[in-house]
């Protein structure tokens, strides 16, 4: 089983920056990928970035260039970088991770999220 909570949300003013943690618990070497969402009020859920186990990233076009997804797998945490934050990076941000069992089916974690706010 894995764990994931996420750290290091809040208010910001448009045009500041924020860093997200997801820390998991034990060993996210062996995790496939791990990737940021994020679920504004009234909206679904959206991607947001992912990172895999050889380090390739991938981006939603609406935050390419303003985020940078890192993992420092020595504290088994994934960061999420947030520049040139707008108002509508508004939302409740989530990690999640996805690693294979035995049978390489894929099994998938989410955290609680953490909130936020950008303000005008």
Same mark, same amino acid.
């Given at each position: 089983?894995?764990?994931?909570? *996420? @750290?290091? !949300? =809040?208010?910001?003013?448009?045009?500041?920056?924020?860093?997200?943690?997801?820390?998991?618990?034990?060993?996210?070497?062996?995790?496939?990928?791990?990737?940021?969402?994020?679920?504004?009020?009234?909206?679904?859920? *959206?991607?947001?970035?992912?990172?895999?186990? =050889? !380090? @390739?990233?991938?981006?939603?076009?609406?935050?390419?260039?303003?985020?940078?997804?890192?993992? %420092?797998?020595?504290?088994?945490?994934?960061?999420?970088?947030? @520049?040139?934050?707008?108002? *509508? %990076?508004?939302?409740?941000?989530?990690?999640?991770?996805?690693?294979? %069992? *035995?049978?390489?089916?894929?099994?998938?974690?989410?955290?609680? =999220?953490?909130?936020?706010?950008?303000?005008?």
């Amino acid at each position: 089983q894995v764990q994931l909570v *996420e @750290s290091g !949300g =809040g208010l910001v003013q448009a045009g500041g920056s924020l860093r997200l943690s997801c820390a998991a618990s034990g060993s996210i070497s062996s995790i496939n990928s791990m990737s940021w969402y994020r679920q504004a009020p009234g909206k679904q859920r *959206e991607y947001v970035a992912l990172i895999n186990s =050889g !380090g @390739s990233t991938n981006y939603a076009d609406s935050v390419k260039g303003r985020f940078t997804i890192s993992r %420092d797998n020595t504290k088994n945490t994934v960061y999420l970088q947030m @520049s040139s934050l707008k108002p *509508e %990076d508004t939302a409740v941000y989530y990690c999640n991770a996805v690693e294979y %069992d *035995e049978a390489l089916r894929p099994v998938v974690y989410w955290g609680q =999220g953490t909130q936020v706010t950008v303000s005008s």
